[in-house]
């Protein structure tokens, strides 16, 4: 008997346990990985995954935000000075008043940065060359004048590297896996090249999203065709929070993707009860539109078919439609086989693959102009 409830107090205690249980999508410097934790605080749970938390660590939410199942944590290293931008600074501090700033590696590879492209900036860089600048590096490779746009700035320099590799290791650069060089560090120069480094950054990050809420229509043969659709229950949009990967060229956003999310507020799909529709029905004079023309407000929602078709209030079952979002300039190009939307300003859905040529779906609502 006491083996009996020795045996039922060790099996409580480990449902209890399970029920505790919480499992989060840990980010680590980009690395994602699935953890089950018993931890109250994201602080308890890095503690408990052995990640130190200090100045140069940034963690998303914050290491007082209470764990809830499904969480997304983001834990980056804080973003330090590169060696680009300390090229920059340098030569931006110091190439002033034709007086060149001059870098030199270990390896007897120098450069020097003109102030400028004038003669007399010429000159005077001539005249170092003759002197300082042979005397001061040791390397037999000849001394070429070549172009260097360090994350899109332009720096005329004089160098003695015989590769671009060797060029950016004399400025104190030294390129990762994401970073992009042209050409590549193996490229011998030669005068009159141009190097471009542009650095690259990956990161995931959290942001508060809005789920657009869906929309369900009930076609009914009670209905007169052509009389406006009924509403029975009005959508609402949800809200949660995003977690995105975003990539940085130079500091600024050049991409954005959804990875995951974590809901909050479930959307309300509206439902409405309409008409039937005929596929040939529809007409090609929208109104308020312009000739065949038209601006306002794209959404997406799931349709029970995949592709890029939209849905629209008038518009003739087949007409091709081009997208065009008013603030990016993307296009896309779709087929109209379903009716709606019929919220104020809305004139498009978009299926969620024709939505996310423009811009990722956690966008909800674009600006747009149609044209068939």
């Not at 290293?77 to 600074?89: H, K, Q």
């Not at 000739?291 to 079952?317: C, E, I, R, V």
């Not at 919220?343 to 024709?354: H, K, N, Q, W």
Request: net charge negative; aromatic share 4%; no cysteine.
């Amino acid at each position: 008997m006491a083996a009996t409830v020795v045996v039922g107090v060790v099996l409580v205690a480990g449902v209890v346990n399970l029920s505790l249980r919480k499992h989060v999508n840990l980010v680590v410097d980009g690395e994602h990985q699935t953890v089950s934790t018993t931890s109250d605080s994201v602080q308890d749970l890095l503690i408990d995954e052995g990640i130190t938390l200090s100045s140069a660590v940034l963690v998303q939410p914050s290491p007082a935000s209470v764990i809830a199942d499904g969480m997304t944590v983001v834990v980056n290293p804080a973003r330090v000075a590169s060696g680009a931008e300390a090229f920059l600074s340098a030569s931006a501090a110091n190439a002033t008043g034709g007086t060149p700033a001059v870098f030199e590696s270990s390896t007897d590879v120098g450069v020097w940065v003109m102030a400028g492209t004038s003669e007399a900036s010429v000159s005077l860089t001539d005249q170092l060359v003759e002197s300082d600048f042979s005397a001061s590096s040791a390397g037999t490779s000849p001394v070429v004048s070549v172009q260097a746009v360090v994350l899109g700035k332009v720096r005329d320099v004089l160098t003695n590297a015989d590769t671009t590799g060797e060029l950016l290791s004399a400025m104190g650069i030294h390129p990762d896996a994401d970073d992009r060089v042209r050409p590549s560090l193996q490229t011998p120069l030669h005068a009159g090249t141009t190097v471009t480094f542009d650095e690259v950054r990956v990161v995931t990050k959290m942001e508060a999203i809005t789920i657009p809420f869906r929309v369900h229509t009930e076609y009914t043969p009670s209905m007169t065709p052509g009389t406006p659709a009924k509403v029975l229950e009005e959508g609402r949009d949800g809200r949660g929070i995003g977690t995105f990967v975003v990539t940085k060229v130079n500091g600024e956003v050049d991409s954005r993707q959804l990875i995951g999310r974590w809901v909050e507020r479930a959307p309300v799909t509206e439902q409405r009860l309409s008409p039937p529709q005929s596929m040939y029905g529809g007409t090609t004079d929208v109104p308020g539109a312009v000739s065949d023309t038209q601006a306002g407000l794209a959404t997406w929602y799931d349709p029970p078919w995949s592709g890029l078709t939209a849905a629209h209030p008038t518009l003739p079952f087949g007409t091709r439609v081009t997208v065009t979002d008013t603030d990016t300039g993307r296009s896309v190009t779709v087929t109209i086989n379903d009716r709606g939307p019929f919220g104020p300003g809305r004139i498009i859905d978009l299926s969620p693959e024709a939505f996310s040529i423009l811009q990722p779906l956690g966008a909800g609502v674009l600006d747009v102009s149609i044209a068939w």
